[in-house]
């Protein structure tokens, strides 16, 4: 059974999980490497792509980290 959120996730979760999918297309990366680098589960980072999934300010360093970006560059422009 799937389990329902309290609320809903905010437009801004979606677009961030959009930026993230473009810097690693741009870059000619694979989820997979990201998720690696940024040392966790590829499925959590399809989740943060896709905006189905909130992520804690750490998370996004390590993400930005594994990109090779500063994480002001994933939030500018929100």
Known sequence: MKRERKSEIPEV???LGIKIKDVINSN???PREVAHDAEMDV???RKYIKGLQEMKVS???KIAQALKIHPS???KDL
């Open 13 to 15: 979760v979606k677009e």
């Open 28 to 30: 000619d990366l694979k």
């Open 43 to 45: 499925e959590n980072l």
């Open 59 to 61: 998370t996004l360093f």
């Open 73 to 75: 560059e994933l939030i």
